[in-house]
């Protein structure tokens, strides 16, 4: 074997690489690619992954919208998107094949299970002949082979059942794809170990499975002329690393932010797609503080946190935007009380129940502007999974230090994707911590300089008092009605929050600066593709610079003079355009759309063809 | 005598300078000096204290204590309550709500403090009939009830608030009646003392919008034959114990037995037993004109409290696990880079 792998083509060196699995719900998609991606961070190449799963849990098996995909992009540069067109496509079955093939690049490799094409399938997929046979795959490079009848062969001798035996198939995939990109297969035996620690005959056959794959990789060079890649690792900077998904990241950043202010955690949530991963992780996390609470509904959620915060605890709150949606009567409370809050929103497709499983940028209209009364709150977005755990760690500080509910945008994609991680030293983040005040007898709404209100626990003798949501006059709390009140009240409100501007960085360039032509302003998850595209740009020799913001309420308060200074803004979101509007409104500034709400993330060329067309 | 408190309250201290914006004549009045005269006698401790209401007429009772007090939103002063206790459970925590607040908009929450027991108490204010908004019936309102929305007459059929707490799994369940001052201190008292939810349903009087509703069986003149007071333990005996009530085996419903000089026993007439569930369903069934309304503590068998479960299972779960923050970032599969190379942008 040894002298015929040295005869074999060298290895295709390659810069980037697109790898794209898809296949049944039950077939273990996520999972293989999840592996695929720990394996490729191993080999220190940087990557970033799209999951793009259906919204039925178990969908009828074969069926085109049961397809379950993973796409993973890694290469020697700086990746920072999932991957405009997968080079590689991995199918499954028919409908894997079929729903994908579209994204595939012209030329690109399809590597299928013929064993899933048979008559039933290909009829459930919708085609009519056998797509591996006919010549409808002339202009990809196929490569076919019967992966299900492979695999019960190398899992034979553990005598498993049929059932259980084709479970293995993801393993003898991922098995192939490691040889195809010269991978160690131990961090997965390690992974397979730790996993079925309490039925070892199934870690035993996993393994065989994937070992059983990987040695196929050379058969099918010989038979089918199946290509090895190189790709090298990335040039970045030293450090431990880890990989890490947006809801990881989120959690632990929720975690360090309320111990960096000195507080216990409260955690109010009710299940919704695709925000739960946070209540799951940090229902895992009580040593460090943390009280989950999953509550009869979204509004319970919220409210069980404010009640949280008053007495005295970081009060956190999460959902999607329908259960958002149902917090907007709470957050209002949490305005008017002056309470600590944060609520995250993992924006999904909508409106309504929408697009559960698919990705969009379109509450920004809701966390603006989406509750009763002048109801202003400081609102942080997520760029990308990495970029949680900072963003939690500021929210929890605005929250504490303004007394002030403060939400979090995030997304569905950044939520599920994965990056790795350059873990930073906890002590590299300043730490505020909260002290609740005890002392003279006081106004509840005595406030600092910063116009945050005193922040009084039940349970301190002497500083009894009454909060609510009606109305309270500025200087003794009490209940009042009156006009000049409301309009100080209101004003005062609506100025500490503004005044968060103060303790915010300026407005920063990710690419160009404030000489060039043209800015595209992004927010959120479209970080990767918009930065992407506009690096490709600039190195065409266009004056276009690129601008993220993080602080979306307040802004930056050099954002509006930065803006001002270009000649042309695109604005590119997954939605119709609102933020678009908001900087029209707040800068008076001739800010051009570039929308896309198809539930899939930007691509690079999408953008870069914007760019070049303003 | 009292160790908590250096000096002892009176109930006039638990009053805060804040001006009692009821209708003259509200039945809310009665059950804020039942409310202060208790907490004085139980010797409470103000600023351990927290009154939670939602919206209603009812909802405004925290600004009339002087003790720790949030004026939620509508229905919700259950789900706030929770975060509360959670947060600290060492708070006396009381609900204050109305049948169109905890039984309406807010009957999600109530349904699920109840079942999970949080311990605190639930003052539920029945007037059958929405006060603050000016007249509209509610879902206690009985059928036919004539409102500026039932024109004609209301058609649905009631809630029952008892009949309610207790299939959301209430394990305490008290009636009183807004004008009772003689027992109500000792019925919210009770409620005090039992650890988990404590659910008090108190007749009140809307003097505007729904007067004398309760009048066939609050009115003193006929109390004696209209109303029956539970003790645990005791015969259940009203009428000035010539009547009482009795199991009628035949098909399970309490019957009205007459007894003769006070031989209860001989009349078949049951004891109350506050911890039997099934005798409580029959009593809060109980419907005037028929029947005796059932008043005091009707159900009282405690269990562990939802806040100290959770507590219990988190020191449970933290016992003997390392808190470092820098630990658990860098947990999971981690690897290496050691040579800086600067990345071309
Ligand atoms: S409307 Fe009825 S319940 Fe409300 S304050 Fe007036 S009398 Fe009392």
């Known amino acids: ?614 | 005598m009292n160790d908590m408190t250096p000096t002892k309250l009176k109930p006039n201290d638990f009053a805060t300078d804040q001006e009692v914006r009821w209708c003259p004549g509200c039945g809310d009045y009665a059950i804020l000096k039942g409310v202060q005269r208790t907490m004085a006698e139980m010797g409470a401790r103000p600023e351990n204290t927290v009154f939670i209401s939602g919206i209603g007429c009812s909802s405004r009772f925290p600004y009339y204590m002087e003790t720790y007090g949030f004026h939620t939103i509508h229905g919700r002063a259950p789900a706030l309550a929770t975060g509360v206790k959670l947060a600290n459970p060492d708070l006396d925590v009381w609900i204050i709500t109305g049948d169109g607040d905890g039984l309406s908009i807010g009957g999600n929450h109530m349904l699920h403090l109840l079942r999970r027991n949080l311990d605190c108490q639930v003052l539920l204010f029945n007037n059958e009939i929405y006060g603050l908004t000016k007249g509209q019936y509610s879902p206690t309102s009985r059928i036919g009830t004539r409102s500026p929305s039932t024109p004609y007459g209301s058609v649905d059929a009631p809630a029952e608030p008892c009949t309610f707490a207790l299939g959301a799994g209430a394990r305490f369940l008290a009636r009183c009646i807004d004008t009772a001052q003689k027992q109500m201190p000792d019925i919210l008292k009770r409620a005090h003392a039992h650890q988990g939810a404590s659910f008090v349903e108190l007749y009140q009087n809307c003097i505007v919008y729904n007067d004398d509703v309760f009048e066939p069986f609050t009115n003193k003149k006929d109390s004696a034959n209209t109303q029956i007071w539970l003790t645990h333990g005791e015969p259940m005996l009203f009428a000035k114990g010539e009547k009482g009530l009795k199991l009628n085996r035949d098909d399970l419903h309490l019957e009205i037995v007459d007894v003769v000089d006070g031989d209860w026993e001989a009349a078949g007439v049951l004891a109350h037993d506050e911890k039997n569930r099934t005798l409580a369903q029959m009593l809060v069934e109980m419907r005037h004109p028929t029947m005796p309304v059932a008043l005091g503590v009707i159900y009282c068998d405690p269990k562990p409290s939802f806040e100290q479960d959770v507590v219990t299972q988190n020191a449970k779960e933290s016992a003997g696990k390392v808190v470092d923050l820098g630990a658990l970032i860098r947990k999971g599969q981690t690897w290496e880079v050691n040579q800086k190379k600067l990345r071309e942008q």
């Open chain 1, 1 to 614: 074997m040894a002298t015929r792998l040295k005869e074999s083509p060298a290895a295709r060196e390659r810069e980037a690489v697109t790898v794209r699995f898809a296949g049944d719900s039950g077939d273990g998609m996520q999972l293989t690619g999840g592996q695929f991606t720990l394996s490729t961070a191993l080999a220190g190449s940087d990557l970033a992954t799209f999951p793009d799963f259906p919204a039925e849990i178990r969908a009828p098996q074969g069926t085109t919208f049961g397809v379950s995909a993973f796409q993973i992009n890694f290469g020697s540069d700086a990746i920072e998107t999932a991957g405009d067109a997968p080079d590689i496509l991995v199918a499954m079955n028919p409908a894997g094949l079929k729903v994908n093939l579209e994204a595939l690049k012209p030329g690109g490799l399809i590597i299928a299970d013929a064993g899933e094409f048979g008559a039933r399938n290909l009829k459930k997929a919708g085609y009519e002949a056998n797509p591996l046979e006919d010549d409808s795959l002339k202009d990809y490079q196929l490569v076919a082979f019967d992966i299900s009848a492979l695999t019960l062969e190398s899992v034979k001798e553990f005598g498993l059942g049929n059932k259980e035996a084709l479970r293995s198939k993801n393993m003898w995939t991922l098995g192939l794809v490691l040889w195809m990109f010269d991978r160690d297969r131990q961090p997965i035996i390690d992974w397979l170990n730790t996993k079925f620690a309490k039925k070892p005959e199934l870690a035993l056959s996993n393994a065989a499975a994937l070992n059983a794959g990987h040695a196929y990789g050379e058969t099918a060079e010989m038979q089918q002329g199946l290509g090895r890649y190189h790709v090298g690792a990335a040039e970045v900077e030293p450090g431990l690393y880890r990989t890490v998904t947006g809801g990881e990241s989120l959690s632990l950043g929720l975690v360090a932010g309320a111990s960096l202010v000195d507080l216990p955690l409260f955690f109010g949530s009710y299940p919704i797609t695709p925000a739960s991963p946070l209540l799951h992780t940090l229902a895992r996390l009580k040593e460090f503080g943390v009280t989950t609470f999953q509550a009869e509904d979204e509004i319970a959620a919220i409210c069980a946190a404010i009640g949280a915060s008053y007495a005295g605890q970081l009060g956190v709150t999460s959902s999607s935007g329908p259960g958002i949606a149902l917090k907007g009567e709470a957050m209002g409370l949490a305005v008017m009380t002056e309470l600590p809050l944060i609520i995250v929103n993992s924006q999904r497709g909508g409106p309504s129940t929408g697009l559960p499983t698919k990705t969009e940028q379109s509450d920004l209209y809701q966390a603006l502007y989406g509750r009763n009364g002048d109801a202003p709150m400081p609102i942080l977005a997520t760029r990308s999974p990495v970029d949680c755990f900072e963003v939690a760690i500021e929210a929890c500080r605005i929250a504490t230090q303004y007394m002030t509910p403060v939400m979090i945008l995030t997304d569905g994609y950044i939520a599920n994707a994965a990056e790795p991680w350059a873990v930073p030293e906890m002590s590299d983040f300043t730490a505020h911590p909260v002290t609740h005040y005890e002392g003279e007898t006081v106004s509840p709404y005595k406030r600092d300089e910063k116009l945050a209100r005193v922040w009084i626990r039940p349970g301190t003798p002497g500083l009894m008092h009454r909060i609510g949501g009606i109305e309270k006059n500025y200087e003794t709390g009490n209940i009042d009605y009156g006009a000049d009140n409301h309009q100080k009240m209101t004003d005062t409100r609506q100025n500490k929050v503004l005044g968060v501007a103060d303790s915010i960085p300026d407005q920063g360039f990710e690419l160009g600066g404030p000489d060039d032509d043209m800015v595209v302003v992004g927010w959120g998850s479209t970080f990767g593709p918009i930065h992407q595209a506009v690096k490709k740009t600039r190195k065409a020799g266009r004056n276009v610079a690129h601008l993220h913001i993080r602080h979306i309420w307040p802004m930056p308060k050099n954002l509006g003079p930065l803006l001002k200074g270009f000649e042309k803004i695109l604005v590119p979101e997954m939605n119709t355009g609102q933020l678009k509007t908001v900087l029209r409104d707040q800068f008076l500034v001739d800010a051009k759309p570039l929308n896309k709400v198809s539930g899939q993330p930007f691509k690079i060329a999408e953008i870069e063809a914007a760019i070049g067309g303003i």
